[in-house]
């Protein structure tokens, strides 16, 4: 058994077709995926926040819900199959692929001494965050069409 992949999604996804993941390597992508999140939801400090932002933190909040939604959508709805297998092993790659690539805007955004740089910095999460959506999507729409073929052919 391979233990959590952490770049290689061609893989993953071959590795989905083949057959469903374990409970044990499910719940290793789990844990990593929820121990990333948790850590990347620590707020800096309440008393910090500014009320330009609140429409973009309540964005923020609703981005999760939106992603299940619609990657439940990609995977078929209610005739889809490891839903949520597929959502969090391929979440985490994509995930950890996309803060690679976005990594030196967030490092510009931080070190940039700017007025507005909490607004632009939480406009830049969000569009990074529906990237990894739509990514997340995309991947687990390409599993479903796969099978879809391989049962047709049957």
């Not at 391979?2 to 374990?22: A, G, H, M, T, Y």
């Not at 707020?43 to 500014?50: E, K, L, T, V, Y």
Request: proline share 3%; hydrophobic share 55%; net charge neutral.
């Amino acid at each position: 058994m391979q233990f959590v992949v952490f770049w290689d999604i061609n893989w993953l996804k071959e590795r989905l077709r083949k057959k469903p993941l374990s409970g044990r390597e499910t719940y290793l992508y789990a844990i990593c995926w929820l121990a990333f999140l948790t850590l990347a939801f620590f707020p800096g400090s309440i008393n910090d926040r500014s009320a330009h932002s609140v429409w973009l933190e309540a964005i923020e909040l609703l981005i999760p819900v939106i992603a299940i939604f619609y990657a439940w959508l990609c995977n078929g709805g209610l005739q889809g199959e490891q839903f949520w297998t597929r959502l969090i092993s391929i979440g985490w790659v994509v995930t950890m692929r996309a803060l690679v690539f976005s990594l030196p805007i967030f490092l510009i955004l931080a070190f940039a001494p700017m007025e507005q740089s909490e607004l632009i910095f939480e406009s830049v999460t969000t569009l990074v965050s529906l990237f990894i959506i739509w990514r997340l999507g995309s991947h687990i729409e390409g599993l479903r069409e796969v099978n879809m073929t391989k049962k047709t052919s049957l």
